[in-house]
């Protein structure tokens, strides 16, 4: 069973840039049958959708984040990554990434989650 | 942008009760959503794609319907395990997009 491990910095300061990377174990990103994405949840709030990434680097991004995000893949480390530059205290949340199947019926849900890291960017 | 607008927020219920959680988006969406479960401190788990598909290994009780820009979630005999958050996704178009959450809590 595929599993998924966020890893990141945890405290930031304004203007910073965030790097976060998902590690997969139990199976391949190297696939066409999913996308891997980046979500967040602000403390107490609700799941906003970041972006994703296929094993080809095809990105689809928010158009609220889009300025300031990118996403990469790395095949030799079984990873995909986020930056998301110019940090503010609005950033702050848990960060989640996750896999998204491109199936008919399923395509662009999140099946599988990793438990998420907690970025906080404070002065 | 497609807006998704659950209700209620929040829903109070006993153990057995049926709870039925709306969602409806701001244009047609045809069966494009998804149902996901979130306890406190964990990541959402994926409960129902497609309106009304139940992902493998999801109790029965759990059930999803509708189509076009309505669209409900409905648990059956209400579990001490199912008191969690609830949210809806379209999956329809770019950005994907999330309901705000209706918090199921014990009466």
């Known amino acids: 069973q595929l599993q998924l491990q966020e890893s990141g910095p945890g405290l930031m300061k304004p203007s910073e840039t965030l790097s976060l990377t998902c590690t997969a174990s139990g199976g391949s990103i190297n696939t066409s049958r999913y996308y891997w994405g980046w979500l967040r949840q602000p403390p107490g709030k609700g799941l906003e959708w970041i972006g994703s990434?296929?094993?080809?680097?095809?990105?689809y991004y928010n158009p609220s984040l889009k300025s300031r995000v990118t996403m990469a893949v790395d095949m030799s480390k079984n990873q995909f990554s986020l930056e998301l530059n110019s940090v503010t205290a609005a950033d702050t949340a848990l960060y989640h990434c996750?896999?998204?199947?491109?199936?008919?019926?399923?395509?662009?849900?999140?099946?599988?989650w990793g438990q998420g890291t907690m970025v906080t960017v404070s002065s | 942008d497609i807006q998704m607008t659950q209700s209620p927020s929040s829903v109070s219920a006993s153990v057995g009760d049926r709870v039925i959680i709306s969602c409806r988006a701001s244009q047609a969406i045809y069966s494009w959503v998804a149902w996901y479960q979130q306890k406190p401190g964990k990541a959402p788990q994926l409960l129902i794609f497609a309106a009304s598909s139940l992902q493998t290994g999801v109790p029965s009780r759990f059930s999803g319907s509708g189509s076009g820009t309505d669209f409900t979630l409905t648990i059956t005999s209400l579990q001490p395990e199912d008191f969690a958050t609830y949210y809806c996704?379209?999956?329809?178009?770019?950005?994907?997009?999330f309901g705000g959450g209706t918090k199921v809590a014990i009466k």
């Open positions: 996704q379209q999956t329809i178009n770019f950005p994907l997009t």
């Open positions: 990434i296929n094993y080809s680097g095809n990105t």
């Open positions: 996750a896999r998204l199947p491109q199936g008919h019926t399923n395509r662009d849900v999140f099946d599988i």
